[in-house]
């Protein structure tokens, strides 16, 4: 008998997708639906000061200005009404209904936009202390099968050119550098910028990663890179950043659907339910299908076909129900494939267990803060249990008990 050992060398070999530069793109446009849904974090918004918008009539580019944030409205029409939205992990929202009429274009204002396509909140560019003094520009996605920003670098080089002149500008950051695949290095050298070479293999393109590999700052347990002034924005973003510094507005989102159907590019208006999209695709949903913002690795599940489209929604995958690998409620067996393939050398088969049974306090001592997020260890679990849902449900209590506590 060849007995296994419990450490190896050889992760499994996830690869990222990358495009042709050469390659042609077709992007196909989702008509403006009658009705459209912004999602607005509540803990930004005081008691109150949103309903008073109902009934009234908003313009295409309007500026609305709240106590501690504005947004911009991607379409004309009326509030028709506000209602509490509760997303991931219990993150509470206003979801703010338009009822769309044809559009009338306002002219953007001055100022750094609270939000554009790529980035729902640019804010921490501006107030975040100590301030971020080294901006990467992301040229590839973190997740797994989503090419958005790759396109983006590809189509809108020029502007993404003048986002980086307006960020140098606005937010006062000195060094920016971007993160490509190597299939665009040749493509991005031009920029003036350090280029960043990713390896085309998961999880590379994780911010953390960057940080810890290319940069050589390992990120602190419990902190974010914007604890060391390092900040990491999307080239859409950046793109959408160098067309509002022209006096021009960005308020479609690129999103690569992904189904049985086909890979597709979209552009969808901010607010646009994922009904509308599905319908002009051509996709089908059934009963028990699965509905994926973001990647397969760190993407979330959504359960509502009236979920609109935000800033950030990169992807979405759906996934056929008999596709799916249920998890499962088993203990762990203490197999060792997750403390194999985990890029940060988290002893996962010992937190999983504090965790399991809400420990999660105690979880601490066993690197729960140190987790970078990239999902390899419900991958490669053989019991089927969902490890990164119970990192993610363990951050997210160890949280609420700071925000009580304070």
């Given amino acids: 008998m060849i007995k ?7 992760s499994p070999r996830l690869y990222y997708p990358t495009v042709d530069p050469e390659e042609d793109v077709s992007f196909i446009e989702i008509p403006v639906p009658e009705r459209i849904t912004l999602l607005l974090p509540q803990d930004k918004i005081p008691p109150g000061e949103l309903y008073a918008y109902i009934g009234k009539q908003i313009k295409t ?24 939205y509760i997303g991931y992990l219990g993150k509470k929202y206003y979801a703010v209904s338009v009822e769309t009429s044809e559009d009338e274009w306002v002219k953007p204002q001055d100022g ?36 958005t920003n790759q396109i983006i670098l590809k189509e809108k080089k020029e502007f993404i050119k003048k986002g980086i002149d307006y960020i140098h500008r606005e937010a006062k950051i000195g060094i920016i550098s971007i993160a490509v695949p190597p299939n665009l290095k040749s493509f991005v050298e031009d920029l003036d910028l350090d280029v960043y070479v990713l390896k085309p293999v998961y999880p590379n393109a994780i911010p953390k990663m960057i940080a810890k590999e290319i940069l050589k700052k390992a990120i602190p347990q419990g902190k974010e890179p914007e604890d060391l002034g390092i900040g990491f924005l999307s080239a859409e973003a950046v793109a959408n950043l160098g067309s509002f510094s022209e006096g021009d507005l960005v308020l ?6 992904i189904s049985q159907e086909g890979n597709f590019y979209v552009k969808a208006r901010i607010g646009t339910p994922i009904r509308a999209i599905f319908e002009k695709l051509g996709i089908s949903v059934s009963h028990r299908d699965r509905i994926i913002f973001g990647g397969p690795m760190r993407g979330k599940t959504v359960y509502s076909l009236d979920t609109p489209v935000d800033y950030d929604t990169d992807g ?11 998890s499962s409620d088993t203990h762990c067996i203490n197999c060792g494939e997750c403390v194999k393939v985990c890029p940060v050398n988290v002893p996962v088969n010992m937190l999983v267990r504090f965790l399991e049974n809400s420990l999660f306090e105690e979880a601490i001592q066993y690197d729960l803060l140190s987790c970078i997020e990239c999902g ?6 053989i019991a089927r249990i969902p490890v990164f849902h119970y990192i993610m449900l363990g951050k997210n209590e160890l949280k609420k008990m700071e925000e009580k506590n304070v």
């Fill in 112 to 147: 750094f936009p609270f939000s554009v396509p790529g980035c729902k909140d640019l804010s921490i560019f501006l107030k975040f202390h100590p301030p971020i003094n080294h901006l990467v520009i992301m040229g590839m996605d973190s997740d797994l099968c989503i090419c």
């Fill in 61 to 84: 580019g309007e500026n609305i200005r709240l106590s501690n944030l504005s947004f911009i409205s991607p379409a004309t029409g009326k509030i028709s009404s506000i209602k509490e």
């Fill in 252 to 257: 479609e989102k690129l999103v690569n659907v």
């Fill in 316 to 326: 979405i995958i759906i996934q056929k129900a008999e596709e799916i690998i249920p």
């Fill in 376 to 381: 390899l260890c419900s991958y490669v679990c």
């Fill in 4 to 10: 296994r050992g419990f450490f190896k060398l050889r």
